[in-house]
């Protein structure tokens, strides 16, 4: 599989190389196109697709048009590791954007000071990544610590949560989802009634449904990806539970809906994005998305279209494709995209987008209430 | 006392739906020597046309079972004929190596042809809850729970009790003799792929209306299926219904009483006790090998 598919790949490349003129500029991505959430990352790759020929149809940067070389890194940090060498040093790009899982991207790091090429990343959500002090690296999107700050308060103002069930998947990110919310929240005042987690690809939630029974709360924040929180959200309704559900992870994305069906109605999500946004910035872009590819942007389609976006203009500005003067015109990025506006700090830490609360209410993501991250 | 009631109808139905995904697996150990790595896969096959003779054909839950059998069970049997013959008799390590291959092959086949997208193959049961007493269960799952039944029944009785079954039992036991007798024991051979095929794909269509399917979730399958057939005792029939419904409570209660983090670790947990005071499982099948 993985042959045929850097078969693939590199027949596209190569194929791309030869109908291009000489004088583009290439852009590196790489993004998982194989494993578990190679869904995730397919629609991140259409996002950024779609910023690139966007761009190009207008006269691409500094005259020239973008060339986008996607790399396929699994989600693996060995594999993403390979695709960055390989854009480096045979595709010789000028930048790079990746690599969705944050173990992943925090392997490519290294890789991009050592080369001294810019790297951004829209997806990887580890707090940690930014306290490395890679001034190389960008990431234009929230942090898992950065969310709960900015939602703990919308939640207990809003749902009115008091006795709160915490439940995440076992991993770092499931872990630290939970940590973080559970902080804010008892801040606040509310009162933590249960805390549990479950393991990737579980299967059945009676157990964990049959405690959430007992344990007497009004709420329950869940920390889980699209087939996990898919599954247990549809369980949840054939216990019948009255409890309120308000999860992070892909919540509020086509498939989730279409997965769930009648048992996603009523839950609450919060996303760093939702099609629903009403800023005109993203209606232009769910337009055109749609046009391009019938289904309504997700989340991670907004961040390979945001990363691309803040990238090109960062060399637009920079005026050449010398990779100290792209790093430097990243740090002054002032980016308007679909979900709000984007600048990043000394850390290469993005704020000053927007977050959402949404509702799934008859399968659409109701937006609910908007905040805007800050540190 | 309504919690634990709760808990072991969790269980019960788990382990239900354990035994079912085991049964393919074990019966194939059974009545072959072929320690089958392609399980899981064969399970996800199953759900995956189940999804699409349901959800894009439109087709009926139980004519799309009954499909799902015949094609796989067919399948099965090719499989056995133009690949597992190859490696018959030639130790355990060429079997192993076979079936992983064509685990790789089904799964990557599968991604290729259905993407990573999970999927769920549509049941006419409702899934809304329904209160037994303080106990809160589904019309599907009870509906799942009967026909698994039905499949076990049927199955015992096939291998218990007619002349195929009689046939496949002689096979492993002695093929030579058996070929004496003039059983054709490559077609046997065949056969007992098929059934074993067809009952994990079976399972796999069942329970993907419960749960979701999707081309990887192949390993996982696996990895419970080897762990109920260890508790039960390979290659027994029994062992895998009662390894199944152990483990279904075992990982209830263990959840309910304890962290649901750490469930899956209680399945392996209870393999290694089992391996060190009954390495053969609970129902053992050793005095059946000639």
Known sequence: ??????????????????????????????????GSVAYNGKTD????????????????????????????????????????????????????????????????????????????????????????????FFRATETDELLAKSFAKVVFDTLKLRNVAYIGVNDDWGRGGVAEFEKQMTALGAKTVMKEYFEHGTTDFY??????????????FVAAETQDGSIFVKQKAEFGLPVKVFGVGSWATADFIKLTGDASEGLYAAVPYASTMTTPKNKAFVDAYVERFKEPPGKYSAAGFNSLNIMM??????????????????????????????????????????VVLVQLQKGVPNVIATTTVEH | MDFLLQLLAN???????????????????GLMRVVNFAHGELYMVGGLIGWALTELVGANFFLA??????????????????LIERVRNQGAESGILLTIGISIFLTNTALLIVGTVPHKVLSPFANKPLFLGPVVLTQSRLSIVAICAVLMLAVHLLIKH???????RATVQDAMAASLVGIRTERIHGFTFALGTALAS????????????????????????????????????????????????????????FATGYVDAIGFALVIVMLLVRPYGLFSVKSERA
Not at chain 1, 5 to 19: K, Y
Not at chain 1, 321 to 342: M, Q
Request: glycine residues 12%; positive net charge; contains cysteine.
């Open chain 1, 313 to 354: 203009d960062a060399i637009e500005r920079a005026g050449s494709t010398d990779a100290e003067k792209i790093r430097e015109s990243l740090t002054k990025t002032n980016y308007e995209g679909p979900n709000g506006h984007f600048q990043f700090d000394a850390k290469g830490q993005a704020t000053g987008f927007s």
């Open chain 2, 11 to 29: 269980g019960l139905v788990n382990g239900t739906f354990y035994a079912l995904s085991a049964l393919g697996l074990t019966l194939i150990f």
């Open chain 2, 202 to 257: 079976a399972a796999g269509a069942l329970l993907g209306s419960i749960y979701v399917t999707q081309p990887t979730i192949g390993g996982l399958v696996s990895l419970k299926a080897f762990v109920v057939v260890i508790l039960g005792g390979l290659g027994s029939f029994a062992g895998a219904i009662i390894g199944g419904l152990v483990l279904g409570v075992a990982e209830a209660l263990w959840g309910g009483y």
């Open chain 1, 1 to 34: 599989m993985r042959k045929t598919c850097l078969g693939i790949a590199a027949s596209v490349v190569m194929a791309a190389t030869a109908a291009q003129a000489q004088e583009t500029i290439k852009i590196g991505l790489i993004q998982p196109l194989t």
């Open chain 1, 45 to 136: 790759v259409n996002g950024a697709t779609l910023a690139v020929d966007m761009r190009n149809a207008k006269g691409g940067v500094m005259g020239k048009k973008i060339d986008l070389v996607v790399e396929d890194g699994q989600c693996r940090p060995a594999e993403s590791v390979n695709a960055a060498e390989k854009l480096i040093q045979r595709d010789k790009v000028v930048a790079l954007a990746g690599a969705f899982c944050s173990s992943a991207t925090l392997a490519v790091m290294p890789v991009a000071a050592n080369y001294k090429i810019p790297l951004i990343t829209g997806v990887s959500s580890n707090a940690s990544l930014t306290e490395k002090g890679n001034k190389y």
């Open chain 1, 207 to 220: 157990t964990l449904l049959t405690k959430l029974k007992s344990s007497g709360a009004d709420g329950a």
């Open chain 2, 65 to 82: 079972l009954l499909i799902v059998v015949i094609a796989t069970g067919a399948a099965g049997y090719l499989i056995d004929r133009w």
């Open chain 2, 162 to 168: 007619t002349t195929l079954g009689r046939a496949m």
